[in-house]
């Protein structure tokens, strides 16, 4: 491996501008790559990480600028480029893979041409040539059938094949830098291994440079040589890998660490609230459940498990009376609840909650805090006035936020402090049975832990049930007290915690658990030895 | 370097908040970084009102007040001149403002009653209710509307009232197909479902939830249905079936005058007449276009 410094970023600051000022994104960041190497980037949204990765290329999202520092790439500073010379590095010697890969390819075109588009402009090969390297590609990249699948456009393959499609585009000009904005956030976990797996392949065959950009800790290890930690536009800490997991130097560092030391205590068994029975719902003539069965003991949390597609969030619907099943029972405290949510009194509704994976759109942005917690107070209790001033203010309390918050608008809000406040709209109707559909997927780790440590001490002190629905096996590790494993629409595996995560596994549970990344660097190398 | 806490805290994470600002505050804001267009259509709209409004006041003689002289030159008692059979122009005019404008003002609104709430309830519904008012609303804009307006005044009469709903009928339509539009995308989102799961009915679901989202682009839209409207006025009284005689309008002033442009190669100003209520016609036009494309800009979130 040489050694020679590709990229070098010294005393970088970024401002952005919005709300008719300019703020400081990054605020004097210095970073060295060296030709080959791995650099993660981690930090919670609004670190600038992302801001960061992408002025590595010399590029600057609109309405945000460089104020100062160099961005020397291959000894020359990008920064003072115009952006006609820039855009011969764009696409040539620099790439980037986006978060999302299907809001990032056009859909009117075949891979392959997409995959060598940027190829093709450069001239660096001929058309033939760059088809033959593309399809070279996808098979190192694992895909299946690489001959054709280039044939195909992007709505025909799957998610985690279309992430890897744009790691292959972005290798196809064989660049000196890659830089990953957050490649697998979106995927199962399942799939997540895979894609991992073949990136960092890749990056090893070609001995390219990359920028890792991610808010998974676990993730990162997999990838990086070494780690940069941000925040607030400054770096925290930055130390070759295996020493940053094992020791941290930092407090803020420590505390993204700490964040999978959650654990629940075990409680006793009690009689259950909720009880589904048989269960079979269908969309239309598609058949989505079958035969669910579920019991959910009170004051316990359920967590339900399973990747995208295995039927969890269309169980919760099943619940909440929004899809009446097309056979089975549900029966809550003893009594059968009316499958379609009309037939429901006002006081079944008001008991069974639900909170959303997306606070942004849970809630109506044109309400304030007040409006947003007020209604189901005056809904379903009858509050008004100063009465229901005073309990939104406890509500406020109760999830650790103040009143200075009452009168803001839900994009005035953080991503936690919104999922906070649809929590509060759930707890103001005084309900026993709340369903937290992802709550926590779309945070970053350290809001996660928040959140989960309020929800549990909510359901502590308030004695709440929840059927916590999620794909994310360390939140179920966390806060859980009872597991159901489900894939394509039936129930696998249904115990307490302990049972569920010791073998024997249910093969599909074995799969699962398997691969949740660990903070360990050499757990993907371990984990394909024992696959192979 | 900001000393930042190093534990977590709720409270303490980074927002784009900023201090609170009143409404009043916010317009003032948005008013000094209007384009030199949309104040001037914000002060030739305020002028229109002003006019509308104190007519009586303004108007030097009444609206059907006759003068013994019919087509009268500009210039002495008679500003403008008077028309064929000796009523001032100028304070025909000024009363048309009100006429034309109000009617045009009221049928818009009514317009955008009926259109909205069918648009949301069909948005919200989804089922035979929205297939019913969509295929309704299509057989409606299948026939071209200034001649069904024609036919429709010729069997009713063309009193004001049913020039106004028949206006808002035909107009609903537009407003039906834009609320519907944009609702759909509205509806489909979370909080819209989790007020349906907390049992609330379809009005709230309506008003509270879906309108305040959908309200830009129905703003932007009321402006330029609000000029169809006004110029299918115009045209209706052009073609003599809109405001009647003698309340005073642009359309049938336009019409009533017309003649007498052959004479602007004699008189200039005297062919003039006839274009002035076409030109306040226009210019209110342009004035409205104006102010809601920089609403239209403003609310699209494009920056440059």
């Given at each position: 491996m040489s050694q020679d410094t590709l990229l070098e970023i010294k005393g970088l600051k970024i401002q952005g501008f919005s709300d008719e000022r300019w703020h400081d994104i990054v605020k004097g960041v210095d970073v060295t790559l060296k030709r080959g190497q791995v650099m993660g980037l981690i930090g919670e949204s609004g670190a600038g990480k992302s801001t960061l990765g992408l002025a590595a290329m010399g590029f600057t999202q609109p309405g945000c600028k460089i104020t100062g520092g160099q961005i020397l790439f291959d000894g020359v500073d990008l920064a003072q480029l115009s952006e006609t010379e820039k855009r011969s590095y764009w696409g040539n010697r620099i790439t980037y893979v986006a978060q999302s890969a299907a809001a990032s390819f056009n859909p009117a075109h075949r891979l392959i041409d997409q995959t060598t588009a940027s190829t093709l402009r450069f001239g660096k090969k001929s058309q033939a040539e760059a088809m033959d390297d593309a399809r070279a590609l996808y098979g190192e990249l694992n895909l299946p059938n690489p001959d054709t699948i280039g044939d195909r456009y992007p709505h025909q393959v799957s998610g985690g094949q279309l992430q890897r499609v744009m790691t292959a585009m972005a290798m196809s000009p064989r660049p000196d830098l890659i830089i990953f904005d957050e490649p697998t956030t979106a995927l199962d976990v399942t799939t997540q291994v895979e894609v991992l797996t073949a990136m960092r392949k890749i990056v090893e065959h070609f001995n390219t440079a990359a920028i890792y950009i991610t808010h998974d800790l676990a993730v990162v290890a997999q990838m990086a040589d070494f780690i940069k930690v941000l925040r607030y536009g400054e770096e925290v800490e930055e130390a070759e890998t295996r020493k940053m997991l094992t020791a941290p130097e930092q407090d803020y560092t420590k505390s993204l660490w700490s964040v999978r030391a959650l654990a629940k205590e075990p409680m006793p068994e009690q009689e259950p609230i909720l009880k589904i029975k048989n269960i079979d719902a269908a969309y239309g003539k598609v058949?989505?459940?079958?035969?669910v069965d579920i019991s959910v003991p009170r004051g316990s949390t359920v967590a339900v498990v399973g990747e995208s597609g295995s039927g969890k969030s269309t169980t919760a619907r099943v619940i909440t009376g929004l899809l009446p099943p097309s056979a089975g029972d549900i029966e809550y405290e003893g009594q059968p609840l009316p499958p379609k949510l009309q037939d429901r009194s006002k006081d079944q509704k008001r008991r069974i909650q639900m909170i959303y994976q997306m606070a942004d759109t849970a809630m109506n942005p044109r309400q304030t805090v007040r409006e947003i917690i007020g209604r189901p107070l005056e809904f379903y209790l009858g509050l008004r006035g100063q009465a229901a001033e005073k309990r939104i203010l406890e509500l406020l309390e109760m999830i650790e936020l103040d009143g200075r918050f009452i009168d803001r608008l839900p994009g005035e809000l953080s991503g936690g402090q919104k999922q906070r406040i649809c929590i509060a709209r759930a707890l103001a109707a005084e309900p026993d049975f709340i369903i937290c559909d992802e709550v926590t997927s779309a945070l970053d780790q350290i809001v996660q832990e928040g959140i989960l440590r309020l929800l549990m001490r909510l359901q502590k002190e308030l004695n709440l049930t929840y059927l916590f629905i999620t794909h994310d096996i360390s939140t179920v590790r966390a806060i859980s007290d009872q597991v159901v494993v489900m894939n394509l629409g039936r129930v696998v595996e249904q115990g307490t915690k302990n049972d569920v995560f010791s073998p024997p596994h249910p093969e599909y549970t074995e799969l699962l658990l398997s691969s949740v990344p660990e903070m360990d660097p050499d757990w993907l190398t371990n984990l394909n030895a024992a696959r192979a | 370097m900001t000393q930042t806490s190093q534990t977590y805290s709720a409270k303490d994470e980074a927002t784009s908040f900023l201090a609170q600002r009143t409404a009043w505050d916010r317009t003032k804001i948005l008013l000094k970084k209007s384009p030199f267009t949309a104040r001037f259509g914000m002060i030739v709209i305020a002028l229109y009102v002003i006019v509308a409004v104190f007519a009586p006041w303004i108007a030097p003689y009444g609206e059907a007040e006759v003068f013994p002289t019919p087509y009268a030159p500009w210039g002495g008692d008679h500003m403008f001149g008077t028309d064929q059979i000796g009523r001032d122009i100028l304070s025909r005019m000024i009363y048309g403002a009100r006429n034309t404008v109000g009617i045009a003002f009221a049928t818009t609104i009514l317009a955008f009653l009926i259109g909205a709430s069918l648009g949301l309830a069909a948005a919200i519904n989804r089922s035979w209710l929205d297939q019913f008012i969509s295929r309704s609303v299509d057989v409606l804009m299948a026939i071209p509307s200034l001649i069904f307006a024609l036919v429709l005044l010729s069997i009713f009469g063309s009193s004001v009232i049913n020039l106004i709903i028949i206006i808002a009928v035909l107009d609903s339509t537009r407003v039906f197909r834009l609320t519907r539009a944009v609702a759909v995308n509205v509806v489909v989102m979370d909080y819209v479902e989790a007020a349906k799961l907390r049992g609330e009915g379809l009005g709230w679901i309506m008003r509270r939830e879906i309108l305040p989202n959908i309200m830009p682009p129905l703003v932007a839209e009321f402006g330029l249905r609000f000029c169809f409207v006004f110029l299918t006025i115009a045209a209706l009284s052009f073609l003599g079936v809109g405001i009647q005689p003698p309340t005073a309008d642009w359309g049938s002033m336009v019409r009533e005058n017309a003649s007498l442009i052959q004479f602007a190669q004699y008189d200039l100003k005297a062919g003039l007449t006839p274009l002035l209520p076409a030109a306040a016609i226009a210019l209110l036009t342009v004035a409205v276009n104006f102010v809601v494309d920089w609403f239209l800009h403003h609310t699209s979130g494009i920056k440059d």
């Open positions: 058949k989505v459940l079958h035969n | -």
